[in-house]
Antibody, heavy 122, light 108 residues
Framework: QVQLVQSGAEVKKPGASVKVSCKASGYTFTGYYMHWVRQAPGQGLEWMGWINPNSGGTNYEQNFQGRVTMTRDMSITTAYMELSRLRSDDTAVYYC???????????????WGQGTLVTVSS | EIVLTQSPGTLSLSPGERATLSCRASQSVSSSYLAWYQQKPGQAPRLLIYGASSRATGIPDSFSGSGSGTDFTLTISRLEPEDFAVYYCQQYGSSPRTFGPGTKVDIK
């Protein structure tokens, strides 16, 4: 069965960086685009960007350009999202989410990780 | 950027009642690339509907989606206790992908 298992909660100081991992299993990792979405406490969902696990190609939402880096390690079927120069308003739960159709960059997100809470506080 | 507006913000209903949720887009959503998700407290979102009207795997037929262009609707024909949650619409036809602010369905 498809599973996306994310790394544990993080507490960071303003200005630091955080790297969240998303371990995929139960399907062909390189065949499905992975997106990242975040949710601030009590707020809605905010799309951050995607990575093509096959090629490593990425596309980031403009608001995160220059601060976010999405990578993957095919050998361990894991995707990563690193956010730098953290601010207090980056406090949120970060989710990885798989596009439901193979080889398509766009599509509904059929599987989600359990979420990783990143708290930014001095 | 396509802005999605959901209404109402909160829907207070009793089990067994029908729920009708609206999602309106600021411009036409291409190819009806519109999805609905359900989210319960402390959980990740769960895909319910994609392509505006297709149910995801394992979703009961009490959930249905309709609409095209800029106006979309999620209908829950008969609310079960487990259906009380927050519902988000999302468009995935153009970048950036955007979500609506959500509709909370709570128990009256």
């Amino acid at each position: 069965q498809v599973q996306l298992v994310q790394s544990g909660a993080e507490v960071k100081k303003p200005g630091a960086s955080v790297k969240v991992s998303c371990k995929a299993s139960g399907y062909t990792f390189t065949g499905y685009y992975m997106h990242w979405v975040r949710q601030a406490p009590g707020q809605g969902l905010e799309w951050m960007g995607w990575i093509n696990p096959n090629s490593g190609g990425t596309n980031y939402e403009q608001n995160f350009q220059g601060r976010v880096t999405m990578t993957r390690d095919m050998s361990i079927t894991t995707a990563y999202m690193e956010l730098s120069r953290l601010r207090s308003d980056d406090t949120a739960v970060y989710y990885c989410a798989r596009v439901g159709s193979p080889w398509l960059v766009d599509g509904p997100f059929d599987y989600w990780g359990q979420g990783t809470l990143v708290t930014v506080s001095s | 950027e396509i802005v999605l507006t959901q209404s109402p913000g909160t829907l207070s209903l009793s089990p067994g009642e029908r729920a009708t949720l609206s999602c309106r887009a600021s411009q036409s959503v291409s190819s009806s690339y519109l999805a609905w998700y359900q989210q319960k407290p402390g959980q990740a979102p769960r895909l319910l509907i994609y392509g505006a009207s297709s149910r995801a795997t394992g979703i009961p037929d009490s959930f249905s989606g309709s609409g095209s262009g800029t106006d979309f609707t999620l209908t829950i024909s008969r609310l079960e206790p487990e259906d009380f949650a927050v519902y988000y619409c999302q468009q995935y036809g153009s970048s950036p992908r955007t979500f609506g602010p959500g509709t909370k369905v709570d128990i009256k």
